[in-house]
């Protein structure tokens, strides 16, 4: 019998988005609109779609191997894991979220200070508790069963509130006072899993591809040709993230030149590269990049 992995996947506003990384990773994960239980295509791995906030609690119990979940909901149920490795993803972009604090625009909250006495609602009481002791504030903090952007002024004095870009605060008449903790989402494991060979091992390459894929999703790969003459003046503008890749042609009248570059600065480094003798210039989307 083939030995196996039980690993939970955040279900939710991150499950479309993990998929995805998962497929470019080399995991492909099929399931129906209702099911719990992907089926995956390797046999090594046990599959359960389980909401991030209770992911940390059932990996510290060992329910499951491993899981995605969030920094925030790691704190938040302070679960005793281990976290494995970061993965810079959120549900739209690839960047950490925030919590923060928010207050309607007529407010006259200014700071945390101003939240003595005050009443805020919010799915991170504990997160929230903590910013209020740190900052020496007594406030009722409330958990917030969902709608919590609509609480404000009406409810409650302020929420602390998840936000990737702010736009759905600014669409609800919200400003933002402070920000509450910065977050990111997590690769974890169950302490005793890890410290299995095997399960350890296979945690491991989960984590290396993973990352390898966030690494490419924001990379491409450019190759290029450039005469003999030219190659020296083309080598001065390249950025790469070590050393570019040069072939000669079997011609030898020029070199094959290879590099990879963030995806953001192509629009503008291209005209460089044909002011430097690049010719036949060829783009191309990356799956992994692995350091």
């Known amino acids: 019998m083939n030995k196996q992995l039980k690993i939970g996947l955040p279900k ?24 719990l239980k992907p089926y ?27 899981g995605i979940t969030g920094k925030d909901w790691i704190e938040e149920n302070e679960s005793d894991v281990v976290e494995v490795c970061e993965l810079i993803y959120a549900k739209s972009y ?36 903590k910013y209020l002791n740190k900052n ?10 969902g ?18 870009t702010g736009s759905s605060l600014r669409a609800n008449n919200l400003r933002i006072v402070d920000t509450v903790m910065e977050s990111s989402t997590r690769l974890i494991a169950n302490k005793e899993s890890y410290q299995d060979a095997w399960k350890k091992k296979k945690i491991d390459n989960i984590a290396r591809l993973l990352q390898s894929s966030i690494l ?7 190759k290029m040709n ?12 390249l950025p790469a993230m070590k050393k570019p890749t040069i072939s000669q042609l079997t011609n030898g009248s020029g070199s094959a030149v ?11 480094f291209i005209p460089l590269l044909l002011e430097n003798g690049a010719t036949d210039i060829i783009e191309y989307p990356l799956n992994k990049v692995i350091p």
């Open 258 to 268: 290879e590099i990879i570059v963030e995806e953001n600065i192509v629009r503008d």
């Open 136 to 145: 020496n504030v007594n406030a009722h903090v409330e958990f917030s069963w």
């Open 226 to 237: 450039v005469s003999n003459e030219k190659l020296d003046s083309l080598l001065s503008v």
């Open 147 to 164: 709608a919590t952007e609509v609480k404000p002024g009406i409810l409650v004095d302020a929420i602390v509130e998840v936000t990737e």
């Open 40 to 66: 995956c295509d390797d046999s090594e791995l046990e599959a359960w779609l389980i909401r991030a906030q209770e992911m940390s609690v059932y990996v510290e119990q060992g329910v499951f191997d491993m």
């Open 94 to 129: 690839m960047r950490p979220v925030r919590w923060v604090l928010a207050v309607p625009e007529n407010s006259t909250i200014q700071s945390v200070k101003d939240l003595e006495g005050k009443r805020i609602s919010t799915e991170v009481v504990n997160i929230t508790q």
């Open 12 to 35: 939710g506003s991150l499950q479309e988005t993990t998929l995805k990384l998962l497929k470019k990773a080399g995991w492909n994960f099929t399931l129906s609109s209702r099911a």
């Open 216 to 222: 490419a999703a924001t990379r491409v790969g450019l």
